[in-house]
């Protein structure tokens, strides 16, 4: 986990989650779903639920400066 301000970061762990790797930014009630960038892929908001747009918007730079280290707790837990 991952915290930042008013942000959490989560990867939930198999069997619950599943691929592409993907982390759930959790910030006052709402969540964020956020692919990593894998590759040429790049990191794409899956969903979102009860969140301000200008929080979805931190919530995406967050995950942008940290996509590196979430990446490789992903790797750790999944692969």
Same mark, same amino acid.
């Given at each position: 986990m991952? #915290?930042? !301000? #008013?942000? #959490?970061?989560? %990867?939930?762990?198999?069997?619950? +989650?599943?691929?592409? @790797?993907h982390?759930?930014?959790?910030?006052?009630g !709402? +969540?964020?779903?956020?692919?990593l960038?894998? !590759?040429?892929k @790049?990191?794409? %908001?899956r969903?979102?639920? !009860?969140?301000?747009?200008?929080? %979805?918007? $931190? $919530?995406?730079? *967050?995950?942008?400066?940290?996509?590196?280290? *979430? *990446?490789?707790?992903?790797?750790?837990?999944?692969?």
């Amino acid at each position: 986990m991952l #915290r930042e !301000g #008013r942000f #959490r970061v989560l %990867i939930y762990l198999p069997p619950r +989650e599943h691929d592409p @790797p993907h982390v759930h930014v959790w910030s006052a009630g !709402g +969540e964020v779903v956020i692919d990593l960038a894998v !590759g040429t892929k @790049p990191q794409t %908001i899956r969903s979102v639920a !009860g969140m301000r747009t200008a929080d %979805i918007t $931190a $919530a995406f730079h *967050l995950v942008e400066r940290h996509t590196a280290h *979430l *990446l490789n707790c992903w790797r750790k837990y999944h692969d």
